[in-house]
């Protein structure tokens, strides 16, 4: 086996990691959605167009916060958990079994736990992450539908009636309420004490 | 916005500090997700960006409790160390992963300024922001703990300072 010094060993071994085309592109698409930012390596003599495109951005942020504080609590949760689905994060923890991850999830003030509308024979659990809902930590547990094989989402976090008003409870026969943001369906309910956020393919 | 070279090099600057892609992926793009959101107008966008995942990357840590990242204990140090203590290690050349993965990430990360953005140790601790006493002794441990870790067969000490 021949032999490397090591700081030209590690600068082989980590030049060799790179991100896929479809990373970047990701990454490019992430960044494209910002326009209040001026670009790297732009010359100064366009810097007054950045300064244009800063005013214009700030102005039509506030035109979308408006319209952000507009929305109603349920529509921010479905387009914060539709998002949030979508980028199919890693997991944190993978098991099929709730007792697992219940023991994962440690820094949450509650234990996640089965919804009475999900019967377990239709659902695979693949594991979980930690994420948050309006602010409020939450776990984010991944679920395989047996019968169509696609993926899904279901957020928990602790139900605290001050920041999440006017939600539908189950145990006062209340139904879930449907979001449909970013291609999906998102079902916003109340049970047992938890918020519950479930992410379905719109049919 | 950061063009795709720059993109690939903050990725290895992940990957140096979490030693797994998936992991430096995410890492990157939640940074990035909070560069984007921050209000910051700095004219130094990469060495800002680098702050935010390393501030992150910490964060993580503590949170998932994967290493503690604890004060450095003093020691005595021989006098004349500096990056030459490193780089008088040579290694068998498909062993730098393992090496990598074998330092916590606090020494990846002196690792990845020395070997592939060729900082001085002084650049490092300016970076870290930490005293450059802490640097050479992390070197130090570093190099102690390589070459107790791994055989002689794969890892060997061309010059000893120390």
């Known amino acids: 086996m021949s032999k490397k010094n090591i700081k030209k060993a590690v600068i082989d071994h980590i030049s060799s990691k790179s991100l896929s085309n479809a990373q ?12 209040d930012k001026v670009p790297v390596g ?19 942020t506030t035109i979308y916060l408006n319209l952000s504080t507009d929305l109603s609590l349920d529509e921010r949760i479905g387009n914060e958990v539709a998002k949030n689905h979508i980028k199919l994060k890693p997991l944190e923890v993978e098991s ?3 007792d697992v991850l219940r023991h994962y999830f440690t820094e949450l003030d509650f234990a996640p736990i089965e919804s009475s509308l999900i019967k377990p024979l239709d659902k695979t659990l693949l594991g979980g992450r930690y994420c948050s809902i309006q602010g409020v930590t939450a776990a984010q547990l ?38 449909y943001s970013g291609g999906l369906e998102v079902d916003i309910w109340v049970e047992k004490g938890l918020l519950f956020a479930l992410t379905r393919d719109t049919q | 916005m950061y063009d795709k070279d720059t993109l690939q090099k903050l990725f290895r600057y992940c990957y140096a500090l979490t030693c797994n892609e998936q992991n430096a992926y995410d890492l990157l793009q ?9 209000d910051n107008t700095t004219n ?36 004349d160390i500096d990056m030459q203590a490193l780089e008088s290690i040579v290694i068998n050349e498909d062993l730098a992963g393992k090496v990598l993965q074998y330092l916590d990430p606090g020494e990846r990360e002196i690792v990845y300024f020395w070997a592939v953005e060729g900082f001085s140790t002084s650049q490092i601790a300016e970076q870290l922001d930490m005293p450059r006493g802490s640097v050479l002794s992390k070197i130090y441990r570093m190099r102690k ?7 002689e067969s794969s890892i060997s000490v061309l010059e000893v300072r120390l």
């Open chain 1, 42 to 60: 732009r010359s100064v003599q366009y810097r007054w167009v950045a300064s244009v495109a800063v005013v214009v951005a700030i102005m039509l």
């Open chain 1, 142 to 179: 991944r679920l395989k539908d047996n019968k169509t094989g696609k993926i899904q989402s279901l957020y928990q976090t602790l139900y605290t009636p001050d920041v999440f008003t006017n939600l539908p409870r189950l145990e006062e026969g209340q139904k879930p309420i449907t979001i």
């Open chain 2, 145 to 151: 703990k390589l070459v107790e870790h791994f055989d």
């Open chain 2, 44 to 79: 130094q966008p990469t060495a800002y960006i680098k702050r935010i995942i390393h501030n992150k990357f910490v964060d993580d840590c503590r949170r998932q409790k994967i290493v503690q990242f604890e004060a450095m204990e003093e020691e005595n140090l021989p006098t």
């Open chain 1, 96 to 98: 099929s079994s709730l």
């Open chain 2, 30 to 38: 939640d940074s990035l997700e909070r560069y984007i959101k921050s």
């Open chain 1, 24 to 35: 970047i592109n990701q990454l490019m698409g992430l960044q494209s959605i910002s326009t």
